[in-house]
């Protein structure tokens, strides 16, 4: 494995998440390959910026955690697109807020890259339930609706459509080819649509770059916080239905072929064996089986139900998200103004 340099970009935007956001720094900082860096990117927060800046005081100072404010709309789209920007690694990684990072997470991430083709490798993201386990209910096929790994992706180190956008990395030579994340696609707080955002890019990249080659390695493994909030029924349900709507509009933009080419197999082998093996636990007496059937019927009629309705929208109105190219400074610019000294 030759050496590589990662720049480490976390997203934030609430202080709620104060604990959690230093456990993901922490995480990095304890990598087995060291990153560059760590962008530190806050969504028009200017009170969680602050107190950011003065707690990474001095590793701010070095460059080691670079605090920055989203210079462009609300949402993580554009705040991603800050840091990359100015980002000064050859390759640049994305790891969620409420998420910590195993030893190695970087060290397999490199892995990938000795082969020039690759432009972007992801990892495994293993959910951590508030409650301390997954409820009886909840099937493995929808853990992508608590952005986590989902039963159905293929195991090991893998050629992939797409990674997902919570532990991922790219060549930062791809942001040169392709543009940065879709804006007005992804998500923006607690607004709707929730999702796609990686997806349409890891599209756009590979049309941009023909032959290049996108992998999940599942041996780069993230730890997901899973609120109690999200483990509800309620908001399986609705995010399920989000997801639908943001799956049209990356249709529309990218043509139904590949955007939901990954889809199709998803929907029509993963999910019946899903409910084939909930029924069968129900009939031997097993918890949660019939819940999980019901889940994976209800959460499949609640993305249709949302692809459907954006998908007429998209045709009335077109993609209402917008693509710009990122210009890469690699170094301070306008986004780090009030950054800490």
Known sequence: MRSVA????????????????????????????????????????????????????EQAASGEVRVLANAGPRGLSAGRNTA?????????????DDAVAERHWLRYF?????????VAVGGRTVPAWASGRRPAWFPEEFDWIVGCTYRGLPPGRTAVRNVLGGNASFRASAFDAAGGFATGIGRDGDKRPLGCEETELCIRISEALPGAVLLIDD????HHRVPAARERFGYFRTRAYAEGLSKALVARSVGAAKGLASERRYTTRVLPAGVARGVRDAVLGRPGGAGRAA???????AAAGGYLLGAVRARRGGAPFTVAPVERTGRAGPAEEGEAA
Do not use: K, M
């Open 6 to 57: 990662f720049s480490v970009v976390i997203c934030a935007y609430t202080e709620e998440r104060w604990e959690d956001i230093l456990a993901a720094v922490a995480s990095v900082g304890a990598q087995s390959l060291p990153a560059l860096e760590t962008l530190l990117v806050v969504d028009h927060n200017e009170r969680l910026r602050g107190r950011l800046a003065g707690h990474y005081g």
């Open 84 to 96: 990359i920007a100015l980002a000064r690694g050859e390759f640049v990684a994305f790891l969620d």
């Open 110 to 118: 490199a892995e990938g890259y000795d082969d020039p083709r690759v």
């Open 219 to 222: 041996r780069s493994v993230i």
């Open 295 to 301: 889940a994976i019927v209800t959460g499949v009629a």
